[in-house]
C-alpha cells in the first residue's frame, strides 16, 4: 500500500526552537508538499520540490525553508518556532503528469503546538 | 483573487438524503483539473473524485457526482444517500497544468454534519 509518513502525529515545541517536519513517501513520486492548514483558511502551499534539491516557494514561506536530500523525503524547518506557526501541516506528493489525476497522496498531518 | 471558492462553511443534511457541496474556481490557464478531498477528524485527507477540464462527462464514482459547469467555472460536489461516516471536512481543489510542478490550490473547505 502506497503511502506518505509524517514521523510525528502530534508535536509540542518551545518558542525559538528549531523545529523539523519529516516526510517520507515510497511511491517514486517527483514532486513532493507541504501545505499549512488552519481553520477557515484551508490548505495554503508553504513550499515544493519537483526534483532532489530542488524547491520552490509556495504561498506563504516566511518563517520555514526546507531540505530534499533524497528524493523520498522532504523535510520542513522552521528555523525559530513562533507561536503563530501553531497549525496543522500535511505532506503530499504527486507524480508530475497532469494526465494522472490520482497521483496525489497525503500524510496524515502533523499537529505542532508552539508554546 | 481566490483560485478556489467554498462559500459553505457548514452544511447539515440528514441521513440518507442528498447533499451539495459548492465550489466555484478562478482560472485562465484551459487544462487544468479539478478535485473533491474528504478530511474526517482523524486528519488524513481522502481522495474522492476529480474532474479535468476537458472531460466531457461530469465525473461520478459511487455516491459522489461532480456537477460541472465549465462557463460558470463551478464545480459542487454532490453526495447521494448521505451517511453518518460522511461527516468530515470536504475540500475543493484545481491544479492548473501551466504550473509545471502541479501543486493544488485548496479552497477553504465545508464542514459536513449528516444528521441521525
Known amino acids: 500500500d502506497v503511502k506518505v509518513t509524517q514521523s510525528s502525529r502530534y508535536l509540542v515545541k518551545r518558542t525559538g526552537e528549531k523545529v523539523f517536519l519529516e516526510c517520507v513517501q515510497d511511491?517514486?513520486?517527483?514532486?513532493m508538499f507541504w501545505y499549512r492548514q488552519d481553520p477557515g483558511l484551508g490548505l495554503r502551499l508553504i513550499y515544493f520540490?519537483?526534483?532532489?534539491?530542488?524547491?520552490e516557494k509556495g504561498d506563504i514561506p516566511e518563517g520555514y525553508s526546507v531540505s530534499r536530500e533524497k528524493k523520498e523525503r522532504f523535510s520542513l524547518i522552521l528555523e525559530s518556532a513562533s507561536t503563530n506557526q501553531t497549525s496543522m501541516y500535511l505532506c503530499?506528493?504527486?507524480?508530475?503528469?497532469?494526465?494522472?489525476?490520482?497521483?496525489?497522496?497525503f500524510g496524515s498531518g502533523t499537529r505542532l503546538t508552539v508554546v | 483573487a481566490q483560485k478556489i471558492t467554498q462559500t459553505q462553511p457548514g452544511m447539515f443534511v440528514q441521513e440518507k438524503e442528498a447533499v451539495t457541496l459548492d465550489c466555484t474556481y478562478d482560472?485562465?490557464?484551459?487544462?487544468?483539473?479539478l478535485f473533491w478531498y474528504k478530511q474526517p477528524s482523524s486528519g488524513e485527507m481522502i481522495f474522492l473524485i476529480y474532474q479535468g477540464s476537458y472531460d466531457q462527462q461530469n465525473a461520478t464514482e459511487g455516491r459522489y457526482s461532480l456537477n460541472f459547469q465549465k462557463a460558470r467555472k463551478s464545480a459542487n460536489l454532490v453526495i447521494s444517500a448521505s451517511q453518518l461516516g460522511d461527516s468530515a471536512m470536504y475540500f475543493c481543489?484545481?491544479?492548473?497544468?501551466?504550473?509545471?510542478?502541479?501543486?493544488?490550490?485548496f479552497g477553504t473547505g465545508t464542514r459536513l454534519t449528516v444528521i441521525p
Open positions: 503530499a506528493s504527486s507524480s508530475p503528469s497532469v494526465g494522472q489525476p490520482y497521483g496525489y497522496t
Open positions: 481543489a484545481m491544479r492548473e497544468q501551466s504550473t509545471g510542478a502541479n501543486n493544488l490550490f
Open positions: 482560472t485562465s490557464d484551459p487544462s487544468y483539473g
Open positions: 511511491m517514486d513520486h517527483e514532486n
Open positions: 520540490s519537483y526534483d532532489v534539491k530542488m524547491k
